[in-house]
């Protein structure tokens, strides 16, 4: 059976659908008004071998802010549908990754239970036309939707771009983990409380 999820959000602010196959290959079509934006989720898709379909649009005449916010709302349900029962899958996923002087980890749970850490310290800058602190807006939103705990850790950096994007790629390396199938427990919850909520 195919693990797939998509799912379509409008509000006032921004108009967005994504769709997601969690057993692809890392094929991705996405579209937002925010380039590095863009580059970023291209970059999930990639590095965690989900196929990924995002259309996104928003208010960014008044900033980043929704749009980011709201697709990292929107892929997080997306994951968590494809995601169905959770029966079968890893449920942990972490990686440590680097890139040039930066070196950054991401480990996460499926555990249907969100919460979030952010230990990457940041200036207010701008890499392009993205604020740097909307990297953070978008992992927490992913995470609250998603129904994940996830925690980012930054070891290493001093280049903006290398660190928001190894951040994305640890992301993408952790997620890809947690979400495949162990041959060692198909048809059980990785659970002992019989649920994953």
Known sequence: MARTGRIERTTSETE?????????????????PIGFLTHMVEQLSRHGLFDLKV???GDTHIDGHHTTEDLGIVLGKAFADALGDKVGIRRYGHA???????????ALDLSGRPFFVWEVPLPKAKIGDFDVELAEVFFEAFARTCGANVHFHLHAGENLHHIVEICFKAFARALRHATELDPRAAGRLPSTKGTLD
């Open 96 to 106: 440590t990754l680097p890139m040039d002087e930066a070196c950054v980890t991401c």
């Open 55 to 57: 259309d996104a649009k």
């Open 16 to 32: 967005i659908t994504a769709e997601v196959g969690l057993d692809g290959t890392g094929e991705s079509s996405v579209t937002t």
